[in-house]
T-cell receptor, first 115, second 112 residues
Framework: AQKITQTQPGMFVQEKEAVTLDCTYD???????LFWYKQPSSGEMIFLIY??????QNATEGRYSLNFQKARKSANLVISASQLGDSAMYFC????????????FGTGTRLTIIP | SQTIHQWPATLVQPVGSPLSLECTVE??????LYWYRQAAGRGLQLLFY??????ISSEVPQNLSASRPQDRQFILSSKKLLLSDSGFYLC???????????FGPGTRLLVL
């Protein structure tokens, strides 16, 4: 069974600084997808970025990038030039390409941006 | 563009009462649909998913059920709510199997 681990329950970062949110995963499958979602206080889960296990380059979406290290089974989210609006819960998730439909989520990291 | 709606936004129900949460998707056809539950301060747990009308797969056996009466409508139900059913319920859709899932605004359910 797959598992996602997020070891940082909370982080405080100064505005305009870069921040890295850690995510490690565990699966014996070779084909899988990794996702990051943002959940503001309103509760909606907002998709941020996706990385496929066979993608050779790290995914980037605007200020978000995914630092994918397959050998270490890590998929850290990097947010450049943080903004006050980045304050939220952040969840790492994984799906198996040849498994069931389930997205397996980590327990999340609460990010607070300090002005 | 695609949008996903959930209602009600919040709900307070007594133990033993029935439940019906609705989710609809606009702007796409034959989406995959999902129901998740998030307990306070925790990640999401998949409850049900559907790849088509009338096709429901259950991930967690419990007193909840799901139905998909129309292509873009997904309903979560219960005949008798338990205290442990309290939580934040999120509906999601994807274009194809194992594709990126996009979530609705959620329903906060409190069972007293």
């Amino acid at each position: 069974a797959q598992k996602i681990t997020q070891t940082q329950p909370g982080m405080f970062v100064q505005e305009k600084e870069a921040v890295t949110l850690d995510c490690t995963y565990d699966t014996s499958d070779q084909s899988y997808g990794l996702f990051w979602y943002k959940q503001p206080s309103s509760g909606e889960m907002i998709f941020l970025i996706y990385q496929g296990s066979y993608d050779e380059q790290n995914a980037t979406e605007g200020r978000y990038s995914l630092n994918f290290q397959k050998a270490r089974k890590s998929a850290n989210l990097v947010i450049s030039a943080s903004q006050l609006g980045d304050s939220a819960m952040y969840f790492c998730a994984m799906s198996l390409n040849f498994g069931n439909e389930k997205l397996t989520f980590g327990t999340g990291t609460r990010l607070t941006i300090i002005p | 563009s695609q949008t996903i709606h959930q209602w009600p936004a919040t709900l307070v129900q007594p133990v033993g009462s029935p439940l019906s949460l609705e989710c609809t998707v606009e702007g796409t056809s034959n989406p995959n649909l999902y129901w998740y539950r998030q307990a306070a301060g925790r990640g999401l747990q998949l409850l049900f998913y559907s790849v088509g009308i009338g096709q429901i797969s259950s991930e967690v056996p419990q007193n909840l059920s799901a139905s998909r009466p129309q292509d873009r409508q997904f309903i979560l139900s219960s005949k008798k709510l338990l205290l442990s059913d309290s939580g934040f319920y999120l509906c999601a859709w994807s274009l194809h199997r194992r594709g990126t899932q996009y979530f609705g605004p959620g329903t906060r359910l409190l069972v007293l």
